[in-house]
């Protein structure tokens, strides 16, 4: 599903992550580290947010360096603490994803019903409260038809109730469309909510599979 190839995240020459070359299979999995242990920066290498050296491949077909707009369309990602323009509504920033990924019509109301947004959505989002950018942010990473959804810190601000309902639409996604799922957290994922859930584990700057 994710190949790496000579992947190196360098801060100031120093280099942060290093992968020589791993193959991530098709799945759901937990990345597991400490704070400062690159989760976040490998996630958003991942997600085409920062530049490195070398190479990531969807699919043993999609490169991230070569095809950059196919893949980005392929790959959707929710910041651990997401922020957004204040002037726009929750509504229009979903009608903007949902435009740059394809998203079939109408397919955002599943999400803002069950997160129960739908009381604040149609509000500017400098409004929102933590709790409501993150829901936000999780609705915007569902969007459209994505082989790979990327979830940096998804327990950070949100609450148990909340929690459950965003693992039981990794297990609709996954299940149903087969899509794949990297999810960051330093706390304990809930692991046997979530389908044949796995770990990665990011130490030393070497990513190592135990799943």
Not at 128 to 154: C, H, Q, R, T
Request: hydrophobic share 45%; no cysteine; charged share 20%.
């Amino acid at each position: 599903m994710l190949q790496f190839i000579k992947f190196k995240k360098l801060y100031g020459g120093f280099p942060a992550l290093k992968i020589d070359g791993f193959t991530i299979n098709s799945g759901v999995y937990w990345i597991k580290g400490v704070n400062g242990s690159g989760k976040s920066t490998l996630l958003k290498s991942i997600a085409g947010i920062l530049s490195f050296d070398g190479d990531i491949l969807l699919d043993n077909a999609v490169s991230i360096k070569k095809q950059p707009v196919a893949y980005r369309k392929l790959v959707n990602f929710a910041e651990a603490e997401p922020v957004f323009p204040e002037f726009l509504t929750g509504k229009e920033m979903i009608a903007l994803f949902a435009q740059a990924k394809n998203a079939p019509a109408g397919q955002e109301q599943h999400y803002i019903d069950t997160m129960q947004m739908q009381s604040y959505v149609g509000q500017p989002v400098g409004t929102y409260s933590s709790g409501m950018l993150k829901k936000l942010s999780l609705v915007l990473a569902f969007l459209g038809n994505p082989k790979l959804i990327l979830l940096d810190e998804p327990l950070i601000t949100i609450d148990t109730a909340s929690l459950k309902i965003l693992n039981s639409w990794i297990a609709e996604r996954h299940l149903q469309q087969g899509t794949s799922f990297l999810l960051s957290s330093h706390q304990t994922l809930e692991l046997d909510e979530l389908p044949k859930a796995g770990e990665l584990l990011v130490e030393e700057q070497t990513l190592k599979s135990i799943a």
